[in-house]
């Protein structure tokens, strides 16, 4: 047999599926032959957020590929070609054999960041509310951000996503009260204000 007529542990895994062999033999199988890559991990120890990892793809790989690879599904926030997530060292671990990962790193916020590891957890924090009564759009707002936070950063610090529409530093939503309030909690955004129909440029059709 001829080195090209040979086939590698990856290529036998995925072939197995054409022989009937079970999903999760190939997922196994692909783990096995996989296990010697480790993605780089970049620790940042200060500022760092215990437990909450980025995770960054090489190009081609995606969400769906990489819970194919794991086994299993989690809940994470997604960013361009990378995500946000909460892991414990076992999921660390096997996110870093997964060979479409670039690099993990550690989730570092600015100084002006809570702890995003809790979702919507208690802060001393409450952004400044511009309210403007006579020309308001109710419950639709403009949230400014301080340099450095994000819309990714934001949903991890609230826990959930919402339509919205990004704006220069910031972005414009439909906001109830219990988001409202849980938004001027989150310590990277500087102050909400009522969106003016009219008064900003890039704010939606409100």
Do not use: W
């Amino acid at each position: 047999m001829s080195e090209h007529d040979r086939s590698s542990p990856i290529q036998d895994a995925a072939s197995g599926s054409e022989r009937g062999s079970n999903p999760q033999d190939i997922h196994e199988a692909t783990q096995r032959a996989t296990a010697a890559y480790q993605a780089p991990y970049h620790s940042h120890e200060e500022g760092r957020v215990p437990g909450v990892y980025i995770v960054a793809f090489h190009p081609g790989h995606t969400i769906a590929k990489h819970f194919a690879f794991l086994g299993r599904e989690f809940d994470l926030t997604s960013l361009d070609e990378r995500y946000f997530a909460n892991m414990d060292d076992e999921l660390f671990h096997a996110a870093r054999r997964d060979p479409g990962v670039k690099f993990v790193e550690d989730d570092v916020t600015g100084e002006r960041d809570g702890a995003y590891a809790q979702h919507a957890q208690p802060t001393d924090h409450q952004a400044e509310y511009h309210h403007y009564p006579h020309a308001r759009v109710p419950g639709v707002y403009i949230i400014a951000f301080y340099p450095g936070h994000t819309v990714a950063k934001h949903f991890l610090f609230l826990g959930c996503e919402f339509d919205l529409t990004t704006l220069d530093q910031g972005y414009s939503a439909n906001l109830d009260d219990d988001l409202f309030s849980a938004v001027r909690r989150d310590p990277g955004v500087e102050y909400i204000e009522d969106n003016c129909r009219g008064l900003r440029v890039g704010a939606g059709e409100v």
